[in-house]
């Protein structure tokens, strides 16, 4: 792929951002308390008023609503032959986002933050949050494979653009909501991030290759 040292780069400053909120996370979380705090704040200026629409944006990445939409666009890369970019899809949910983030909420066993009352019940540990790695992975990998499928090209960038505005707003709302500290947020959305800057070339290459292939055979 013509541009996979950029992705790459790309992909080792967020890992390595992701590397280093994780170190102040484990052994200095003092050092993040304002950070998290002021943002938390800042963000909840917004109640009540705001409560509705956050309680509804999360939905997008609740556990039953992954499962239902994971299914749905497995099943429409499958029915369109885009088999590689439901190999990519289904690996991104089930290796990062099915098994990395849990151990790593283990690891890290940061409890839920107290600063306001939660608004939705949740059991797990707190870092990183599953809402921003599973968001940043279900629909970044859409909004990269958006282009096998809608041609024109505002249109498309129309549909990545609002991607992106869904996967930044389920983050804030998990904020909102008083189950996530900011810097779990972040340290989700910058470990989803790394996996597709890492992943998207190869699976680019592998795409045009399969492509090419039946273009030949055709």
Request: glycine fraction near 6%; avoid cysteine; hydrophobic fraction near 50%.
């Amino acid at each position: 792929m013509k541009h996979k040292t950029y992705y790459h780069l790309a992909g080792s400053f967020t890992l390595l951002f992701f590397a280093a909120l994780s170190y102040l996370v484990k052994f200095y979380p003092a050092t993040l308390k304002a950070f998290d705090r002021g943002i938390i704040l800042f963000v909840h200026r917004a109640s009540p008023a705001a409560n509705p629409f956050f309680l509804w944006v999360t939905k997008f990445a609740n556990p039953i609503t992954i499962l239902i939409l994971g299914a749905t666009f497995l099943a429409l890369f499958l029915l369109t032959r885009q088999k590689i970019s439901a190999l990519w899809f289904a690996l991104s949910l089930v290796l990062v986002s099915g098994i990395i983030n849990p151990v790593l909420k283990t690891f890290f066993h940061r409890t839920r933050p107290t600063v306001l009352p939660h608004l939705v019940v949740e059991h797990s540990f707190s870092f990183p949050s599953g809402h921003a790695i599973t968001s940043m992975l279900l629909y970044g990998v859409v909004l990269f494979a958006l282009k096998d499928f809608i041609t024109t090209r505002p249109v498309r960038l129309a549909g990545q653009i609002l991607l992106g505005v869904l996967i930044f707003l389920i983050g804030i709302s998990r904020i909102y909501l008083g189950v996530h500290y900011p810097s779990d947020v972040l340290a989700g959305w910058l470990l989803g991030l790394s996996w597709l800057l890492f992943t998207y070339p190869y699976y680019a290459e592998r795409k045009f290759i399969t492509q090419f292939k039946q273009t030949r055979r055709n």
